[in-house]
């Protein structure tokens, strides 16, 4: 017969999917002998089936009847009983952490009787009555669906009739005519009465339970935190303590190291006669955790030593809720604590120093994407905010300055010493000074991997996209949001890490990688496989991701060179010409330039291999947009405004992502890939000359079919057999992989080239048929209503885009079993994506230089994982024990 | 030992793929004992060794000489000998006809005494010197590489220094010194003496042949006809017989029937006394073959003895070449005669009749794109046309009319009786008035899918796209093509089926259906296990494609409804309703519109299956573009310019193609596919009710995933409850596919839905990373430089987007047996990518109207390959023998 419950002497902590964590915790240190009130845990199955058929399956009834009257045996306690009445609480408890998303009920099991009996047995009417008003306020709302407010209405009427303030003044008789109103309220908004019969009570308060994990905000919590909503949630029933029966009563919280700074020291507060609820109030301020050892050192001894217990069994840090009910300790919950990045990085390098855990074990716990709190500035969290808007967190860190509306003034601004946000509708490559000069960047339109998000991440920038809520008028430099208008000069305050916009300046604090950090960094790079590269574009970009440990370039864009001051008239002068000649003049004063980036870039590198991708965007985004510009443009290139402006439109795409790019580009006008594969042989040369050890690795883009390859590499081979006597260093010939075809035709290449990179940016975006300039009208809709689980621009999508990315790697491998396989989108630097590149057998991933630790720290992790599953296949006991 | 060289008695018609076309049937018509001169055939492998190589395989010599020895010995002649001196033609033949793309060398082995030997045995020095001086023109050109003009010039020289017009004219000592001028031209341009020795002569003129495989044009011809350059081309060398030795003498070309007619009459023309060169040349009129019949009985008879023998042995229309040389017939070469598509049609279907073929061989000999002609009308080919400019043959056909440049021009224009040209940049939803009302349209834009080329097709219209050599100015109205200016109002005549464009008016040919035709398709019906049905969006088209023999629509696009006048402002008071209230509203007043369309839709397919698209497009095509138009819908809403072109601007995307549209607009509005959804099921009703059997099939379009599928049938579940007792007929749902994403996750959808539409226009655009409408920059070069072997967007990229689709079906199919999977993209029109679609076993393809009986033609081709494939496998023996 199928089993709904377990007693908590059954779980473990093992049990997390079955039991909820709560239970499955409530159960391991059950079984650790700790003071543990009874109970037991009706399983998240149970949830699901009940959710289906909003009725408890066959059999249920049966066996909860047994698992109450056992509760009722152990705890020597009965339902309704006028003498000894047991009390329970109802909680709910799902695998994952979900605190405050979902219904509890406390003191159930209370009603006109068993008050009485509480009564007596506590001799402690008031007490009693409190109890059991809150009982009602609790069940009213979370089971009867009555509004909290009308019970609050109510208390504060009677607090005003009687001229009080707190509800602790109210007394015993108070709270017995509370309670009558309150009864009253019920039958009046549900025409029942309030149900008497305890395993009623118990009966619908678990339905409620249950039924919470369908409430708004559990789906919307489940849906920011990527919790399936498939899980289901437990129900655990306990026999309930009291911390506020006395002064030898009391609550509180503890964590077993400090949660904020990660320091080995037992952290925590409690309050003396008090129940969690009156912490929460903040009416009495909580008492540190080391006064209870001069307090009641008995208490104080146990609690620490179940402290011990606790983190030497989890081997983590524990965040611990505990009662003292007359003088006895008990343990209500422990799991996890939540921590600072700080915290996670010091705790994991400590247990590791203590021999408290493995370096696996340790590295495991720590959350990869929170390294990105050590790596940027941030808000101060104690400062004040007034958050105006929201938008995108597109690139974490703060920021602060005054509003700027485009980039020339971004720069003139910070030319005089000051400090700028630059505020657009969106960014384009010609804002790229601007956005440099910038504190921050801010724009209403764009996604997470817009160009302003891209650009600004690579900087290591706060940036926020797509920030709705703005509507920004250029002409007259202001923006509005809502009713509020600002002007240019005003200050305000980004904070990339939540997309929250603030009103004038807040404080900040400074990133700074500490001793510890760069360990745990040392002991992921011993565990893990992944290779980790930096997406840089400059020497400036490269140092900084070498600086964070990165052993290569795996994406250096050309293009933004092309748009630096005295490059971006020859490149314009290129594109103006009618013919091959032309281009190739105009290409030629490019030359040294670009052989100077690329020496610089090997210099930096020196002995790492770097990918360098030939031109791919759109001509058109070397032009200029406005009249304004093209006039200037036109007067500089001695053409008539009107041919210019024509030349111009007709540059320009429907669907520019899907149009005259990449490798097309190069195939159709020859002359600049030449030019620039000649800029990174003669740099090598060069710096080969110097005795830097230069590795380029020469990358194509945006290849549909093996013909592109052999077409560049036709250009390549040109250069290269002019060349041949310079030629002395090694180098490699590659493609990025950014459309369907180029993975579902990865054999017919593979033999042709060197390397493959994935650009998953593109991929996605063609996979889903999804732009991610133009997604967001559709994309954040489609995650809030859970149409998406998941945005595929930030986190692989496994199952589409995943999958053409394995047939990609298999069809390559099997024709070129040397093929070294990487990734270069955005997706680099997202722990679960470079989860999935480890799974599938790439050699690398490279990200922004400020996702390099966090590419590193994940690279180990699914290194470990992927141990821990080879161990469980070898010896699968190890599973159950561990 | 490899063998390099097959004689006439060793080949056979099946060996074209070694021997060549030519080399196959000189060989076959020796094997039945016709009179072919003797000689024999290097294979087209010896081609590519030596193509490879540059020179011949090792071994071939001693073959080679073998050869010539048997040659020689079976003609009782010698090469070189001055007696009875061997002469040769040498000619390419390749797999495929490739008429007049590679070399040929006639009169071979001729030199300073053979030609002695010549004049003595036919006792016509004229005619030896006249062979003589022909041979070394060609031998010169073709071996030598010495300009053809250069002879020529020598030729004229002569003839004007002799005050005479024709070649004829020369008598035997004018050529006796032309050959010593051409044999002195050839020491000045090569610098070495004239050959003299025939076997250097042949092995010279082989390779040469070889070598014309890669010339310019005959690369040029093999990528217009999709011949693969990996094939070789055969060389053919054999004895030369002689229709210029006099009366008894002649040469001629007979057809087996009439290749204009397909009529079963005997068809052909000759000369007395002449060699094939001198019909092309155009001096002579050449005679009707029935003059034979009195001129030469015997030779008549023979002839037609031998044009029964060979109709009769290959079961299909030949074109043969003969010679008659001193009263002994020769035949030279037959061959698969070229014919219209009238012809082609009627043939099919005589010879059916006759019994000379099964209707599978028939109907695989009629290509099916052919059969365009005879659905359009058509430019009459003796016409006389100057053509001006070509542009992409979008939309086949013929159209002639005045210069329009804008939609509304067209449409007033029309009214006015005049017949009109729409010439445009690229053409839009707005435009479709304009369109309707001109006779073609013309765009300087897009490619064979462009919305220009798709709306042209399902109108059935003449269209011209991508015509990039006409820049247009619409505010002069005028358009120029290098230095014409061509005016508002000037006539143009467009031929859609080769994208020439011609100045002023040309005379046009009707469209017809032939009986035979008729029967044709209904042999092809008999076949094919592919349904076809038609894409159609109004009534009148659907009603063609029915009449054409489409067996339901694949494809109803619901958005053109959505443009007609009265439409048209509902739909933008929907876009600019600010809450779901007001769109409600809005669609209320379309919604009746909506079900009249399907209704009427429903009656001309009375007893066929429907399926219609959801509203597919980005809500920015429905508002207008130009400030003047945004003005008076500013008026008409009743809002501010500024705050109307805000809208707009806030709904332009920066790729629309991978913005918000499909079923994201109708996730996102769910109004809009609610509206739509009650006005196909309210219009099946009411057709239901009288008595018209409806069965519609509700198409979700640009699905990524099962999710968005499951959301949309929430809509339509939503609206079929408040319906329910309306549906008093069958309907089914199902999902366009054309996002890779959709074809790699189709497992997870399949259940969900009853049909799979391919859309394969999008899905070739993604899986390429291509915008049909920006290709053009360089989709065109790629294609001319044999980077691309076809073009993706006419005919299904077999390796890329058919890999995709085969997973696709596959996954489906695992997951829903009876599922049925068509496709509707313009593919459905192209016989090579129905063929693909038959393979992959899909269900039914949908085309345009006009390409219906194409499909039904194809499908069929498909099927009885299929068949012949599987007759194969069973008894591989008949394979030889047939």
Known sequence: MHKYIYTFKEGNKEMKGLLGGKGANLAEMTGLELPVPQGFTITTETCLLYLNNQSFPDNFDQEF????????????????????????SVRSGAKFSMPGMMDTVLNLGLNDLTVKALTENTQNQRFAYDSYRRFITMFGNVVLGIDHDKFEDILHHMKEEKGIEFDTELNAEDLIILVDKYKKLVLDETKITFPEQPLLQLKLAIEAVFNSWNNERAIYYRKM?????????????????FGNMGDDCGTGVAFTRNPSTGENIFYGEYLTNAQGEDVVAGIRTPKDINYLKQENPKIYNRLYEIRNILENHYRDMQDIEFTIEKGKLFILQTRNGKRTAHAAVKIAHDMIEEGLETKEEALLKINPLQLTQLLHPSLDPKAKKEVIAKGLPASPGAACGKIVFNADDAYEWNENAEKVILVRKETS??????????????????GMT???????????????????????????????????????????TLNGSTGEIIIGEVAMKDPEMTIECQKIMEYADQIRSLKIRVNADTPHDSKIGREFGAEGIGLCRTEHMFFQEERIDCVREMILCKNSEGRKAALKKLLPMQIKD???????MDGLPVTIRLLDPPLHEFMPESDAKIEK????MDMSFDELKEIIQNLHEVNPMLGHRGCRLGITYPEIYEMQVEAILKAANEATLQNIQALPEIEVPLVSDVREIREVKKIISKVVEKMKNEINFEYKIGTMV???????????????????????NDLTQMTYGLSRDDAGKFLFYYLDNNIMEFNPTETIDRE??????????????????EIDIGICGEHGGDPASVEFCHEIGLNSVSCSPYRVPIARLAAAQAQIKENIKKREAVSPERNIKN
């Open 65 to 88: 009847d047994q698992r109450i009257a056992e509760l009722e045996e152990s705890t020597g306690k009965k339902f309704g009983d006028f003498k000894n009445p047991l009390l329970v």
């Open 225 to 241: 935190n990527g919790i399936p909503h498939s899980l289901g949630t437990a129900v655990n029933i306990q026999e309930m303590v």
């Open 429 to 446: 490559p010609e804002d790229i000074h601007g956005m440099n000069a910038a504190q921050g960047i801010l724009t209403s339109m764009g």
């Open 450 to 492: 817009s160009h302003a998000a891209v650009v600004a991440r690579g900087m290591g920038k706060c940036c926020i996209t797509g920030c709705k809520d703005i509507k920004i008028n250029k002409h007259d430099k202001t923006m509005k949001i809502g009713d509020l208008i600002l002007q240019e000069g005003d200050i305000i």
């Open 598 to 604: 690329f020496r610089e870039i090997f210099k930096e």
């Open 633 to 636: 443009l036109s007067n500089e």
């Open 738 to 760: 950014e459309l369907p075809r180029a993975c579902i035709t990865a054999d017919q290449f593979a033999k042709e080239i060197d390397f493959i990179s994935f650009g998953t």
């Open 800 to 817: 589409g885009v995943g999958s053409l990315m394995k047939i990609c790697v298999n069809l390559a491998r099997k024709e070129n079993k």
